[in-house]
């Protein structure tokens, strides 16, 4: 009898194969009681596993980088880190010499207290570093017992990996024409096993649970990419069914590839400006190669992320103006840090740790309550604008206050960069990200005073429906297709529009083609989705009337369930191919 088991959808295709089991093996931690003279000698075993565990990853990172390139750096840098946290070793070393246990048990001990911790933050990002303190953990646990992990060299047939995650190391002994799909345990749409799936082009669910402990080597399974769907035993017909769908999906992408310098225009002339949201320099390639229009989301965080110390102005400068340049003669939009104190605490001195960061010090508020680290990534981003099209966003706007606080020490940082020789662009759009119900209010106020209004659709959901999207037990609850959502959307667009603004989306509403004909019709101007997804949109833009998605837009605004207006626009016949 097939078995459903749903998760998250991290990377688009249809993987059919035998399962191959990554974690097959369960580690057993021992418990040895250590005598007091006996510590030294056992928290000298601890490093001495702690500088193999490094050094092996070391070696897998420089194997890593030769598959994925240096684009990808950032996801082994991210391992790396970890293992050389000083704070991460003492904690295990005085485990080990205060409750005179094995270094096994020591590190266990440990890293139970930091998911505890992490779980009590409720924060998605807090839950991915989680995962990979927990996989660094357990890979220094198997130095200590002499075990292996099992290696993707293994791999016979074409099968399709389950483990519970999957680390940028695991790709070194890959066989890509052997790797059908992913399945993984842990892990959201932007985890590390997302992104590493999404980078190699391979069919992916994140976010099973314990599908490792659901499945058995060998056995059939099938990945939906599409839904975050894995079939566990399908029947014939079924393994038909994805195969006849994977078809079309290949040739799907196969006629999408054509409308790569074609232009995002509805059929009745409409011209949206569809770009990509990426977060690193070396990106840039896979904007160009999808036949994006500029980069409408450059997320800056990972320059301050998984590091010692802050990043200078001139290290900013490298990255900001490489992007514009590369970008040209597209323009890229530059969000300011998007993340509070919480993530940057190793290097913030007096940082007290918020009891709910969501609704603390995020983005914006962050950057006004430390000037200095706003005013160092303004000042590299200005310079940047000699470069490129650059434009400047600011997240977490709350009211225009806010903005216009954020918008007065860019000012200033201009003048001063101007009075002392710099060269700058004369022209700098600055604009503001609406996230919160109180944004979306008064756009019509903020409209006046920013040069264009985007809207970041997972906060401003988030928000608006007081749902925690990771919490299980009201997940369900978010919902773009809320009447709330769409009428803030509309407020936003038409606020835009009247003070002779463009307005955008970055969102993950915006990735989901599905509702590119709604968006349209609510009044959105650009699109910004990963890469990847910029064809199949640009496909649905091209096929739409302008003048029925806002008829189609009206009529889902007379709808208040959500249900019905879900089906209304379900009955609207996408055009891919």
């Not at 991210?78 to 080990?96: N, T, V």
């Not at 470069?387 to 216009?404: D, L, N």
């Not at 970055?506 to 989901?512: H, Q, R, S, T």
């Amino acid at each position: 009898m097939p078995i459903i088991i749903k998760g998250f959808a991290a990377s688009p295709g249809i993987g059919i194969g035998k399962v191959f089991l990554l974690d097959e093996e369960e580690l057993i931690i021992p418990r040895h009681y250590i005598p007091r003279e006996g510590v030294k000698r056992e928290v000298a075993r601890f490093k001495k596993a702690l500088d193999k565990t490094e050094k092996e990853m070391k070696k897998d990172t420089e194997e890593m980088l030769k598959i994925l390139g240096k684009g990808h750096a950032r996801l082994a840098d991210a391992y790396l880190l970890i293992i050389k946290d000083p704070l991460l070793s003492s904690d295990i070393e005085r485990e080990i010499t205060k409750e005179l246990v094995n270094a096994e048990l020591a590190v266990q001990n440990c890293l139970e207290r930091v998911s505890h911790t992490f779980d009590l933050l409720k924060d998605e990002y807090f839950m991915e570093r989680k995962n990979d303190i927990v996989e660094v953990g357990q890979r220094i646990i198997r130095q200590l017992l002499g075990k292996k992990k099992r290696s993707l060299s293994e791999m016979k047939e074409e099968s399709i990996v389950v483990a519970h995650n999957l680390l940028p190391s695991d790709t070194v002994t890959l066989k890509a024409e052997l790797v059908k799909g992913f399945c993984i345990d842990v892990g959201g749409k932007t985890s590390h096993s997302a992104l590493l799936a999404q980078s190699l082009e391979i069919p992916a669910v994140v976010g099973l649970h314990n599908i490792t402990a659901q499945v058995r080597s060998g056995q059939s399974v099938i990945v939906d990419g599409n839904q975050g769907e894995v079939v566990v035993d399908p029947d014939p017909q079924a393994v038909l069914n994805y195969r006849r769908e994977r078809e079309i999906h290949i040739q799907e992408t196969r006629e999408l590839t054509k409308l790569r310098d074609l232009p995002a225009q509805t059929l009745d002339g409409k011209r949206i400006e569809l770009a990509a949201n990426v977060e690193s320099t070396e990106d840039c390639k896979a904007v160009l190669a999808y036949g994006c229009e500029g980069i409408g989301l450059f997320r800056t965080e990972y320059l301050f992320l998984n590091r010692k110390a802050l990043p200078t102005e001139d290290e900013q400068f490298d990255h900001y103006s490489r992007t514009a340049k590369q970008m040209l003669p597209y323009a890229t939009v530059f969000r300011t840090l998007d993340i509070g104190g919480d993530k940057l605490s190793n290097f913030m001195e007096g940082y007290t740790q918020e009891e709910n960061p969501f609704l603390g010090l995020r983005g914006l508020r962050f950057g006004l309550r430390h000037p200095e680290i706003l005013r160092t990534q303004l000042r590299a981003l200005l310079k940047s604008s000699a470069f490129g099209k650059v434009k400047i966003m600011f997240p977490m706007v709350s009211g225009i206050e806010e903005f216009r606080q954020g918008k007065k020490i860019l000012l200033e940082e201009m003048q001063a960069l101007l009075e002392a020789g710099a060269n700058l662009a004369p022209k700098i759009e600055v604009g503001a990200m609406i996230e919160v119900p109180s944004a979306a209010i008064t756009a019509d106020v903020l409209a006046r005073e920013a040069d264009f209004l985007s809207i970041g659709t997972n906060d401003l959901i988030q928000y608006t429906m007081a749902v925690d999207r990771i919490n299980e037990n009201v997940a369900h609850l978010y919902e773009p297709m809320h009447l709330a959502i769409l009428r803030l959307v509309k407020m936003t667009a038409d606020a835009a529009r009247q003070n002779g603004k463009w307005v955008g989306m970055c969102g993950e509403m915006a990735a989901d083609p599905k509702f590119t004909p709604l968006l349209l019709g609510l009044g959105m101007d650009e699109i910004s989705v990963v890469p990847a997804l910029v064809p199949r949109v640009k496909k649905i833009i091209r096929s739409t009337n302008l003048a029925e998605a806002k008829k189609l837009a009206n009529e889902i605004l007379s709808i208040p369930e959500v249900s019905l207006a879900q089906e209304r626009l379900n009955r609207v016949k996408l055009t891919l191919i």
